[in-house]
């Protein structure tokens, strides 16, 4: 659901979650819209955000905890603050209203494409709700290796933009700029370990993955098989490690070709990539391999391993 606001022949908008007049109720006190003000601006942990408002920290906790019982606000993470574990919170969509009639049938304003589950973690209500990290093309890592597979993303993002109404932030980091708040996020993830350090962190977690220790060969937890060929690569849907609330999207491939391979099958071969792996169709994991049709040395098709 969608607020519209048409001004000077723009239109811009905002997702919305419709609530009850039981959930208005937490939003009565003006100290309450000052916290949903503040979160909005940043997500925070009471601590910080009495802070910002020079407001007595029980006082903002007490709406604090009304908020998310009212499913208002949600924890999106956490943080060591002072020694204790302090619970980080956002805004469960960016505005809310209360409705008094049924909908009526309008002209329709935009043409938004929902997405199916697959993509649900990262794109909600027509907004990307995810990091996209791609490995630096400056030497980094334990290897001081270079990605060449940050250019995705822009294959990736195209894709993605036929889903989102709009996007309100900058979403794309490297994995050198990546900082420990952005993991808490969905993260999508482009790039195997050596030129991606997220991946990196994330690669022994994940069902399907490289073996770092013997070439970066992709072993399956789900068939138990070995995948050894350079254009091999690997699409995997996970829940984020840094986040359990959270999950993440690693695209990658065995060397710079099994990446091209991964975002070939991604773009080409979507329908199929979401069935999951034939072994276990509720896991998303999928190994593809790339094929050069035309043999002029440039992968352009590929085939679905597992």
Known sequence: MFV???????????STKE???YQIKALSSNLAQKVLFEIGKKKGYPMEIARKLRENEQKVYYHIRNLEKSKIIQVVGN???QGANANIYDLVEP????RFKEFETTQKLL????????????????????RIIVGSPDPHGPQKARSRDGYYGIDLALFFGTFLNYVPQLNV????????????????????????????KINKRLPIRFDENDNLNIISTLSGKKYMNDEAGIIVKSKNPFNRRKSVLAIAGKRHSGTRAVMIAFLRYYNEIIKGNKH????????????????????????ILE
Not at 95 to 98: A, G
Not at 116 to 128: A, D, R, V
Not at 289 to 300: A, F, M, N, Q, R
């Open 111 to 130: 043409e938004i494409d929902e997405p199916n589950s697959f993509l649900e973690p990262f794109i909600e209500s027509g907004k990307l709700n995810a």
């Open 79 to 81: 943080r060591d603050v």
């Open 173 to 200: 980091r490297l994995d050198t700029e990546t900082r420990v708040e952005d993991l808490q996020d969905n993260l999508i993830v482009i790039g195997g370990p050596i030129v991606n350090t997220i991946n990196a």
């Open 280 to 303: 276990n169709n509720k896991v998303i994991a999928k190994v593809v391999e790339g094929v050069d049709l035309d043999s002029d040395g440039i992968v352009d098709d590929i085939e």
């Open 19 to 21: 609530i009850s007049g």
């Open 95 to 98: 505005s809310f209203v209360i």
């Open 4 to 14: 519209i606001n048409k001004k000077k022949g723009e239109v811009s908008s905002l």
